[in-house]
Each structure stands twice: as structure tokens, then as C-alpha cells.
């Protein structure tokens, strides 16, 4: 996936770029295990490094308004991809974490109120999940 900088130096319109397009990677530690205080995710292309022990947790964006999101966990450790507020991913149930297990990657689908996750294992007790269309 280009990221914004280099679609931009390509020409291509603003707006296509910020749907399409990603930013550069970010480098983000996780913390705490539980949705209230895992870390808040910023970027749509992060390396999730630094976890110091299983199960701490990162936070993404409200899925309206946003497009593609890349998690890739550099760490050995499984970490928790958090859902805002009261949204889910996959359906896993309201604001229940996603296992990204380490050394897997993540693509999240923003769909109305909820993210669509390809890639890893997901939910609290590390069941694959079941994407439904």
C-alpha cells in the first residue's frame, strides 16, 4: 500500500489518496488490558512494538469516517485491538478485543459502526472469526 506522501507525489487527487492511501508507518507501543486505557491509535499503518507482557492493548479510531487501517505486531506477545466506544470487530461483540497474535498483521475494514478484521486470530479466547457478508 503507497502511503499518502508518495500518492501525492504521484498526482493523484486528495481525496482518492485519503481513501486509498495509508500513512506513513507509525511505531506504537501497547498498553494497559483493558478498552478504557490501551493505547489510542492515530495512524491507519502501525508496527505494534514493546509490549511487556500478553494481552495489553491498542484502541482504534470510531470505524465511521474512516477507511482501510494496517496492524502489524512486531512483538512476540498476543495484543488487543480494541474497538471505540461501543462498536465491535466481527462481531465479536460490543467493544470486546481482537487477539492479534504476535508476528501476524491485521487489515481492518471500516463497515458503518463496526470493523471487518482479515488476517490473525481474533476475540478474547482466540477463536478465528467468522467474517459474515
Known amino acids: ?54 494481552h495489553q492493548g491498542v484502541r482504534v479510531r470510531p470505524a465511521t469516517g474512516q477507511y482501510l487501517h494496517a496492524i502489524f505486531n512486531c512483538d512476540p506477545h498476543t495484543t488487543f485491538v480494541y474497538p471505540d466506544g461501543t462498536e465491535a470487530i466481527n462481531a465479536l461483540g460490543l467493544s470486546a478485543p481482537f487477539a492479534l497474535v504476535g508476528g501476524q498483521g491485521l487489515l481492518l475494514v471500516p463497515a458503518q459502526r463496526q470493523w471487518i478484521a482479515i488476517g490473525g486470530v481474533g476475540g478474547a479466547g482466540a477463536a478465528v472469526p467468522v467474517l459474515e457478508v
Not at 486528495?14 to 495509508?22: D, E, G
Open 1 to 54: 500500500m503507497a502511503t499518502k506522501t508518495e500518492a501525492m507525489l504521484a498526482s493523484t487527487p486528495a481525496k482518492l489518496v485519503r481513501m486509498l492511501a495509508s500513512d506513513d508507518p507509525g511505531m506504537v507501543a501497547p498498553a494497559g488490558t483493558t478498552q478504557a486505557n490501551a493505547t489510542p491509535l492515530l495512524a491507519n499503518f502501525v508496527l505494534l512494538y514493546g509490549a511487556t507482557a500478553e
